[in-house]
């Protein structure tokens, strides 16, 4: 015996988890790009798109009821609706992490940046390549990839000391500076946190494989 | 599983009718003051198995096993089977009250068994009405023919019957099957009350009952040969979360053959 209607209820669901996450890891490069280039009206449209990712997720949340409520699922079926429901949740909130960058973006407006954000920058790129491979381990339930993948975070916190140390001098040579280096300090925490974020995905994909909550942390 | 106390256990027990093999060597041991759920599709003997726990199979002729089952450490093939089932009582699938009044359906076991005093038959036919949680619904008409309620009071009013002996275990079969949602209910409470006193054993193809009554969890299913055998005992929360089996878990999930 098969359960059809069931099993394409989960790949729907999965699939628009995996949807709404290739959406928030392009919302996620561009708050970058657009503050380095100072692009106001990037940073508008991904204020603006952050809604319709808001609205993906809660839509996400009520198949999970649904399959939940109608189903009834147990096992590996009923890991999988849980991590996909605290899934969505970690990924709403990178989005909103997109968004405050964009937010940023547009209080420091359009003038000229302090300083250029290579290591803000590389700190995006680390945590967007972190998210694509975790939601890549948990499409695979690859349980090895997910313990693998936390370990990369750390690169994240190192370069956001370094920035942080980097805006404090800034700040000393030219204490005017200061709420330009308040906010793109604020910008590194926002990506340090999505580190954060993935690292609580790969704790999903580990309970979805194995039934043990972990925390890797 | 480790923490609990054996009520009932089986070693390598087999069942055969006649040369056919049903039951293939199982091996379990039904913890106390708790409650084991059977599940496992029609025909995987999970009622047999049951059944073997108060000898019922005995009645069946061409009926012979091997290996032995265990009340509280004692053979049961060793026992008188009238004591035995009196410590083992039995819930059946459809509600079965005699066709007597309410009182005598209660007061028939403790009588069997020699209890002759009016009134305290009554100390003890209210008592097990109370505790079958029907007691308020027929205090006030125990000369009524139990024919005459409904099926799910008619099930309670069984329950009662059973542990009017004061049995240690009670072998459920099915027991909400044939009733409607609310009566379910009310039986799956009363059950949760049972247990502070009796162990309580039941076979049911409803998995979510299973999930919600139970405190363990036994899946059954047949072999090549079409006997049954015990694929996975454990938790219910670790059956319905993280079943070790594939089998299991192919089962519970709806995934099954």
Not at chain 1, 42 to 48: Q, S
Not at chain 2, 49 to 70: A, H, Q
Not at chain 2, 138 to 159: A, E, T, Y
Request: proline share 3%; aromatic share 6%; charged share 25%.
């Amino acid at each position: 015996m098969s359960r059809d209607s069931f099993d394409r209820e989960l790949h729907e669901v999965k699939r628009n988890l995996f949807q709404v996450t290739g959406e928030v890891r392009k919302n996620l490069s561009a708050s970058v790009r657009y503050l380095e280039n100072r692009d106001m009206q990037g940073a508008a449209m991904i204020i603006e798109s952050d809604e319709i990712i808001n609205l993906r997720c809660i839509e996400i949340e009520e198949q999970c009821l649904n399959i939940i409520a109608t189903q009834q699922p147990v096992a590996t079926d009923l890991r999988l609706l849980f991590s996909i429901l605290q899934i969505s949740t970690e990924i709403e909130r990178i989005g909103d992490y997109a968004k405050g960058i964009a937010r940023i973006s547009q209080k420091i407006g359009p003038g000229k940046l302090i300083k250029p954000l290579l290591s803000i920058s590389r700190m995006e790129e680390i945590a967007n390549e972190m998210l694509d491979d975790a939601i890549r381990a948990f499409t695979e339930d690859d349980e090895k990839a997910a313990r693998e993948i936390p370990a990369r975070d750390l690169q994240i916190d190192v370069l956001y000391n370094q920035v942080h140390r980097e805006l404090l001098t800034f700040i000393l040579e030219k204490p005017s500076n200061i709420e330009q280096t308040m906010m793109l300090d604020w910008v590194a925490h926002n990506i340090e946190r999505v580190g954060d974020r993935v690292v609580n995905i790969c704790e999903r994909v580990i309970f979805t494989v194995t039934g043990v909550s972990v925390d890797l942390n | 599983m480790e923490n609990e106390t054996t009520r009932m256990s089986t070693e390598g027990y087999s069942l055969f009718y006649g040369r056919f093999k049903a039951l293939n060597s199982i091996d379990i041991k039904i913890p106390s003051n708790r409650i084991t759920a059977f599940i496992g599709p029609s025909g995987c003997g999970k009622s047999t198995f049951l059944r073997s726990f108060n000898r019922m199979n005995d009645l069946i002729p061409g009926v012979t096993t091997t290996g032995t089952v265990r009340l509280d450490g004692r053979d049961v093939a060793k026992e008188d089977v009238v004591k035995l089932r009196k410590k083992v009582g039995m819930v059946f699938q459809r509600p079965n009250p005699f066709p007597k009044s309410i009182f005598d359906n209660v007061a028939y076991g403790p009588r069997l068994h020699g209890l002759r005093n009016r009134s305290d038959l009554a100390v003890l036919v209210e008592k097990s009405l109370r505790q079958a949680a029907i007691w308020e619904e027929v205090k006030d008409d125990l000369q009524k023919s139990g024919m005459s309620l409904s099926g799910g009071q008619q099930q309670r009013l069984c329950i009662a019957r059973a542990i009017a002996v004061e049995p240690e275990v009670i072998l459920m079969d099915e027991p909400a099957s044939a009733l409607d949602p609310v009566a379910t209910l009310k039986i799956e409470e009363l059950m949760n009350e049972l247990k502070m006193n009796y162990t309580i054993a039941i076979v049911t193809h409803n998995m979510q009952q299973a999930g919600r009554v139970s405190d363990y969890t036994a899946f059954m299913l047949t072999d090549q040969n079409r006997a049954g055998n015990l694929i996975e005992f454990g938790a219910t929360k670790q059956i319905f979360t993280t079943p070790v089996d594939s089998r299991t878990e192919d089962y519970i999930s709806g995934r099954f053959g």
